[in-house]
């Protein structure tokens, strides 16, 4: 297999998750396996967040100390403040992962303080990681658009990421926490910060709210983004606006990438797998299109036809 | 508003709609009119088949006639042959369309002739259409992937629109009939058809069934393609490959390319409304995003917010 050329990120296990009612604990841990069998080598396993405020997430420890590690794989847990992030390392986390929002509003409603504060939080979470010998991440979240602002500026963004860059972190995912971004507001800003932070790395985070998530995706790889965020059968969806759906689909950017010659370093078979999983757990059809439909080279190999005798003209 | 930079050809009321159960005649004529309030300006109404073949569209002469013309909007019907536009001509549709398949399989199954014969047929349906003052175009259908063959050629596609040209076709759509093309083979070959038929306006057609859709849509624009088949509310489907799934949703490329800032000439708003109208008279969900969450603009404006308090952390 050639090298990587993109990184996918699997947040199916937290960001998904997080959105369904609670899973038993072995089949998270079941789907972790899975997906790290499949070739993702990051993924965001679960939340140290308090058990009062996201249920779904209380067994994090549990299913860090019962996942099998493989080697090279990144398991990361988010974080909300310095005890969850204590949590975390004892439970050998491999990164840990906050979340900032870029507008104020958004940040005070949903991160429950101002910018300020989680700023300064960040940075002492940033510190205990590091002198615990845990990488650290960061996400900036509503990046294209929030629900209580509107339109983000490209200023905004930038503070927020350039505030991430001076505390050290270099792992930077930008989020379009309620699915309003475009490929020209995508290669926009990516050209911007890449530009301005040659230092970090970059995620893209899309949800796929108005089906442009795909398209998101070509455009940050238009401009030089090779790490984008997905979850296994587009699990999870986005509490803060209504009609919000979930990520783009793990599977059904595996299946772009593989259809357009771009390794990415994991196989399709063992993902759908994952997915298959996660649907038969949660006992609802998951928002994923190669789920259903299958590859090309699948949909070839069985040559499945119904119903071709009686339609012509079919365009 | 801006002259268009890129034309939407609506196809719900023929691609779309003959994969319905039989709608009424006054709600057809009613979706036309809808549609070209809308400010799409090339319209496929119906199809001029035998009705034992297609019983949807029985009713094509009688569409025709009751429909309000709007002044420079084309209305354009499906004709498998020249009984077929005889009778086109004569219900004074502005375009005929004739559909090839680019594998000889597919065209054997679907057209039941050879492309040979199909090449022939075409050519005297462009003469006899061109003797009555009526546009003729024409379809290159599973160019992107055959379900019998599999992959396609390049020659195969080339070879089959230089066919259309010889012919006198200007007018000429690249069907990605089974959904399997993906954003480099649609550059790779929009860009080897525009380069070849510099004198042919191309138009791209694609079914969302890996939901690649407007990925693809935008490879396409990235090449100078300018004209795009879609349907309202993601109508149609693909009766020759299980799990076939219908044609990029109208209004989720509109919104595209609002947000983008390209103009398309279109009311977002009023292309819903044509959506929202043939959900209603089908009595099903239809495949559009847009269509369940809005545009981001409508969403900012009603600042449509649940649930905000409960989850931190969200990406």
Known sequence: MQSPKITIVEVGPRDGLQMESPVPTHIKVSLINQIARSGIRKIEATSFVHPKVIPQMRDASEVMSLINRVPGTCYVGLVPNLRGTQDAIKSRVDAVKVVICVTESSNQKNIKMSKAESIRQSEDIFKLADQSG?????????????????NVTDAAVINLVESFVTIGYREISIADTIGVANPASVRHISSILRKQFPQAHFSLHFHNTRGLGLANVLAGMDVGIDQFDTS????????????GTGNVATEDLVNMLDEMEVPCGVSLDSILEAARMAQNALDHPLSSYVLTSGSPASLYRSNLISGAENLPEQT
């Not at 991440?137 to 658009?145: N, Q, T």
């Not at 296994?232 to 009609?243: D, E, H």
């Open 134 to 150: 845990v990488s650290a991440e960061a996400v900036a979240s509503v990046a294209f658009g929030c629900p209580y602002e509107g």
């Open 232 to 243: 296994i059968g587009g699990l999870g969806g986005c509490p803060i606006v209504k009609g």
